[in-house]
């Protein structure tokens, strides 16, 4: 599940395509495809489409996506940044055997309720907590 936009979002890929699905209404659980996005229009390497399996995802900035390519095959995948529009900004190859690689789709996101380890303590002591 991915924020986008302010609203509830979904990401489900399939061979080379990767929907983004936006819930539109959350009373009638209305959803819509906001982007398609298609990795074969992409200039990726081959090391990065040959039966290209996507296990992990995550959205950055609201407007990127981290793709976890795994290959279907014992060999090496790689990481693949792009927008929700399909342009491409980056990749990196995995290394067979070299390195593992834990992808999480969470991120750290500030949040506007003060949690009360992070407020100022009594006698003017500081936060438990200061941040990173």
Not at 85 to 109: A, C, N, P, S, V
């Amino acid at each position: 599940m991915l924020e986008i936009e302010g609203k509830l979002a979904s990401c489900s890929s399939h061979g080379t395509i990767i929907d983004v699905w936006v819930m539109q209404d959350y009373e009638a659980e209305d959803w819509a495809l906001k982007y398609r996005i298609d990795l074969l229009t992409m200039p990726l390497p081959w090391f990065a489409l040959p039966e290209f399996y996507i296990p992990e995802m995550a959205l950055l900035n609201h407007r990127e996506l981290l793709l976890c390519n795994s290959m279907s095959t014992p060999g090496p995948g790689c990481l693949v940044h792009c927008d929700i529009d399909g342009k491409l900004i980056g990749y990196f190859k995995i290394k067979e055997g070299k390195h593992t690689i834990y992808f999480t789709k969470h991120y750290f996101q500030e949040s506007i309720i003060p949690l009360p380890f992070s407020e100022m303590q009594e006698y003017k002591e500081p936060p438990f907590f200061m941040g990173l």
